[in-house]
């Protein structure tokens, strides 16, 4: 089992930066696939990045790519999730999620998020 808790959200103007961390508890951090997900306001949760349980393979939305960088650090149990030239519409709940692999396309353990607002 892998607990997480999500945090850096916060209230940025757009065109800034903010960078998410996801802390996991557990010894087998590294056997996870690890993703973020967001959630606006009415709208369903959609997968924003995702990387290999070693790291050395991202997945990026479109709407994230060339702004958003996910990365791991496995000896810290932490993932992250940089964010920058924020626009008004990343506004939503950032969730961290992760992935045993065991099951395909699954993921089986998730945070209860952190708020990121971009104002305009």
């Known amino acids: 089992q892998v607990q997480l808790v999500e945090s850096g959200g916060g209230l940025v103007q757009a065109g800034g930066s903010l960078r998410l961390s996801c802390a996991a508890s557990g010894r087998t951090f590294s056997n996870y696939r690890m993703g973020w997900f967001r959630q606006a306001p009415g709208k369903e949760r959609d997968e924003v990045a995702a990387?290999?349980?070693?790291?050395?393979?991202?997945y990026y939305a479109d709407s994230a790519k060339g702004r958003f960088a996910i990365s791991r650090d496995n000896a810290k149990n932490t993932v992250y999730l940089q964010m920058n030239s924020l626009k008004p519409e990343d506004t939503a709940v950032y969730y961290c999620?992760?992935?045993?692999?065991?099951?395909?396309?699954?993921?089986?353990?998730w945070g209860q998020g952190t708020q990121v607002t971009v104002s305009s």
């Open positions: 999620a992760a992935d045993s692999t065991v099951v395909a396309g699954t993921w089986d353990y």
């Open positions: 990387i290999s349980r070693s790291g050395d393979s991202t």
